[in-house]
């Protein structure tokens, strides 16, 4: 979160939450102070960044001790505010890190660098898909990933001796190979998923909140960006679904959920469930690559409840259609939902 804050790519929320620790914290407000001199002086030498993917090579590196509590601090461990300030050297971590993160470079997905603790290296790939599109991931432990579009996973072609950690933007069905000395972590913003073998579904886009839905074995879910520390996450088995709620911040478990309902994508059907029309042209778009505007606010009251398997766009609107009694228009790449002049949306 600190990298992104002084590369100017943080959310909004991201900004008031590293804002108000500058408030509170002098001490942390002297290391931001440090980290951008840092970063306005290292970043002219750097041709090719990217914030997420460089932030995500540093967890590989730092001891684990040090990973651990970089994950705490960053976001911020909600159930412990009043806790004693950092040591010097955790944040001399931080000021060391930083360094590390703005002499790494990415070329063609994959990012290279170098720890601050001895030689060693490790290689890290990121696989990004679009509107429309997906792709089949595999891991070098054996794991499968299936990835949704519009998403980016981060991971290391060598996975380290205790632990194995990925890093997901959008969404994915994670196939996870048993390993029982090494425990697989999902990082999907401010969620973690810890498992050791099970087969599960994330959904992290940065506009919604966050899921995970379980269709085998166990899985463990936090927040407040545990590395490995879960002891008060839930735990989740096959058919549960796990919300995060992330305006108010806290995660809610329901059991014996539909799966296809969640996870419908990875045998190309959509079921929608007395959905918003708003949320029904947020997953068209992903899911044909088109843009979508609604032109009257009336329009996102209206509900759809369907399920469409293999159909083209087209047959979709013409099911939105008649179903909603809306009218839609369609130029080039851009659709368009209108009420019928005639029509009183506030009769529904």
Not at 75 to 84: A, D, E, H, P, Y
Not at 103 to 126: A, D, H, M, R
């Given at each position: 979160m600190l990298a992104r804050y002084v590369a100017g790519e943080c959310s909004s929320r991201e900004e008031a939450i590293i804002e108000s620790r500058i408030e509170d914290d002098p001490d942390f407000n002297s290391c931001v102070e440090d980290v951008q001199k840092i970063w306005d002086t290292k970043m002219q030498q750097v041709q090719s960044w990217n914030v997420d993917a460089n932030w995500a090579s540093l967890n590989k590196e730092i001891i684990k001790e040090a990973?651990?509590?970089?994950?705490?601090?960053?976001?911020?461990?909600?159930?412990?505010?009043?806790?004693?300030r950092n040591s010097s050297l955790a944040w001399g971590l931080r000021i060391a890190a930083i360094f590390m993160l703005v002499?790494?470079?990415?070329?063609?997905?994959?990012?290279?660098?170098?720890?601050?603790?001895?030689?060693?290296?490790?290689?890290?790939?990121?696989v990004t898909t679009e509107r429309g599109e997906r792709a089949n991931v595999q891991l070098n432990d054996g794991s499968v990933v299936n990835l949704a579009s519009e998403s980016q996973l981060i991971y290391a072609l060598e996975f380290g001796e205790d632990k194995r950690s990925v890093h997901l933007s959008g969404a994915a069905y994670f196939e996870v190979a048993s390993d029982d000395g090494r425990p697989f972590y999902v990082f999907a913003d401010e969620v973690v998923v810890q498992v050791l073998g099970t087969s599960f579904g994330v959904k992290s886009y940065q506009d919604e909140d966050i899921q995970v839905v379980v269709t085998s074995g166990e899985v463990k879910v936090g927040y407040d960006g545990l590395a490995s520390d879960l002891s008060d996450g839930v735990l989740l088995g096959k058919g549960d679904l796990v919300h995060f709620q992330r305006a108010v911040q806290e995660l809610s478990v329901t059991q014996n959920v539909e799966l296809n309902h969640h996870l419908g994508w990875l045998i190309n059907r959509m079921v929608f469930d007395d959905t918003t029309l708003t949320e029904v042209s947020r997953k068209l778009e992903r899911w044909y690559g088109v843009d979508i505007t609604l032109s009257d606010p009336g329009l996102e009251k209206l509900r759809l409840s369907a399920t469409f398997e293999g159909d083209s766009i087209h047959e979709v609107l013409r099911v939105i259609q008649l179903d909603l009694e809306v009218n839609y228009k369609i130029k080039d790449n851009q659709i368009t939902f209108f009420l019928d002049a005639s029509r009183d949306i506030n009769r529904n």
């Open positions: 990973e651990n509590q970089l994950y705490k601090d960053f976001t911020g461990n909600r159930k412990n505010k009043n806790r004693s002499g790494t470079f990415s070329l063609s997905g994959v990012i290279y660098f170098s720890g601050i603790f001895g030689e060693q290296s490790t290689v890290l790939k990121e």
